[in-house]
């Protein structure tokens, strides 16, 4: 495959090591050769249903790829650079290298952020901070394992006052349930018996309506979701990419950018999912089906994400497991001190055992 249009500069490389060549004068024209070939494997199950079949892989096909780029005639110089895929290398490389040829060079760009281009506008900027950050708290636990456990620990109690003010928006509107089912039956009576919707008795009930879902809307609820998805995706990014975090040893785990050999991690992972779905205040269901649903995303759920991140890195997954750990304190405490909302009418008084005896008075 050939490109005729004007070279900047061009590498090859792969996960981690890469080779770039960075001509003083930009050149015309560029060639690609791949050869594919085959290497022998240990036998490796990639998903539960592989393991179930006992489809194991014992061979893998990879490609060598090599890039041909002219070089001029006039003399100039053009720089070599071999070596690892180090963000905070290649990032102090990057303004040498331009006053050297005379223009901007971003050699950091060796560094494949995402396979979609379309993601890489979203997992650059928020993977850099990342890496920053674990390499910080590494310096501080000489492990980066614990980094992470530090730097989940932090993250998640940053969003600990959005998770209480979705539990209350949640709480609120459990409470207001029965009215709000009152009022959607009486609605209801009220166009089988043709009542028109100009009024008054139906516009009143529709105010009614209206405020009830405007009081206890949670918008708000989901913006701690709406904020880990993404700095999931970096999470994973920057696990992949990091040269530190690469044969980062934690527990028995013996490399954290590669998958738990003993998958003990995803089974420990999908575990925690269950208790922080099943003790996360969710939306009030009205009806049975509904509440049927909610149980069953509990259970298949975890299952699912079990089977999707089986040969997940495991420094991805000890940052969702311990995530999750996380949340679920955080929702105890949440419970305990925010208390489930009354329904306006309802009288709390003390249980009395039925069989107890009457003290008398003497």
Not at 65 to 77: F, K, L, N, Q, R
Not at 196 to 207: C, E, G, K, S, V
Not at 256 to 262: E, G, I, K, Q, T
Request: positive net charge; contains cysteine; proline residues 6%.
């Amino acid at each position: 495959m050939t490109d005729s249009g004007t070279v900047d500069w061009a590498g090859v490389g792969d996960a981690y090591f890469a080779m770039a060549a960075i001509p003083a004068t930009q050149v015309q024209g560029l060639e690609y050769r791949a050869a594919k070939y085959d290497v022998q494997t240990k036998p490796f199950y990639d998903s539960i249903f592989q393991w179930v079949l006992r489809n194991a892989k014992t061979s893998e096909t990879r490609h060598l790829v090599t890039v041909y780029m002219p070089i001029t005639a006039d003399g100039s110089v053009t720089k070599i650079f071999t070596g690892t895929k180090d963000y905070f290398l290649l990032s102090s490389l990057n303004q040498p290298l331009s006053d050297q040829v005379g223009r901007p060079v971003e050699i950091t760009n060796l560094i494949n952020f995402s396979n979609y281009w379309w993601l890489r506008w979203l997992t650059k900027p928020l993977s850099i901070p990342i890496l920053y950050a674990l390499n910080f708290f590494n310096g501080l636990t000489h492990n980066y394992g614990i980094a992470i456990i530090v730097f989940t620990f932090l993250f998640y109690s940053l969003l600990f006052p959005l998770r209480w003010s979705q539990s209350k928006s949640f709480k609120k509107a459990s409470g207001n349930a029965p009215k709000m089912k009152d009022i959607q039956d009486r609605i209801k009576d009220m166009q089988k018996k043709g009542v028109p919707t100009d009024d008054p008795r139906m516009r009143a009930l529709q105010m009614e309506q209206l405020k009830l879902t405007k009081d206890a809307l949670p918008i708000g609820g989901c913006l701690p979701m709406l904020l880990q998805f993404p700095l999931l995706i970096a999470f994973y990014t920057a696990v992949t990419v990091s040269l530190e975090v690469r044969q980062a040893t934690f527990l028995w785990l013996p490399d954290l950018s590669a998958a738990d050999p003993w998958h003990l991690l995803e089974f420990a992972f999908a575990i925690s999912m269950v208790l922080s779905m099943k003790f996360t205040p969710t939306a009030a269901t009205v009806t049975s089906e509904q509440q049927m649903q909610q149980k069953m995303m509990t259970y298949l759920m975890p299952v699912m994400m079990l089977w999707v991140m089986w040969s997940a890195p495991s420094g991805l997954l000890l940052y969702w497991f311990f995530g999750n750990i996380v949340r679920f304190g955080q929702q105890m405490v949440i419970n305990r001190l925010n208390k489930p909302a009354v329904p306006p009418g309802t009288q709390m008084v003390d249980s009395v055992p039925v069989n107890a005896k009457k003290v008398k008075s003497k």
